[in-house]
């Protein structure tokens, strides 16, 4: 079981419970978090999972993959250097703490 910290845009902070290999959107969404959309399932078509991981902790996560990186120009607020989309990012034991902060929408 990992810890996974989310700050919404609003400034809430919650603690979400994650299993390792589960996605960061499917950890955020059945935590009942509001800010993710995940419109497209998780097949990296919408950007609507957009959220963006504390920069210290970048180096946890692998780069983005070219898919990743293309829709990330199409996230409805502005791309910031820890912009990651959720469904993207596979959890792993690493993981363990990662602070995320939810961007005020997604479309
Ligand atoms: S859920 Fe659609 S790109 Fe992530």
Partial sequence: MLLIHVTTAQGATHEVTANEGQTLLDAVM????DGLLGECGGCCSCATCHCMVDESQLALLPEPDSSEAQMLDFVATQRMPGSRLACQVKLQTHHQGLRLTL???QF
């Fill in 103 to 105: 961007p005020e929408r």
């Fill in 30 to 33: 059945a935590s009942g978090v």
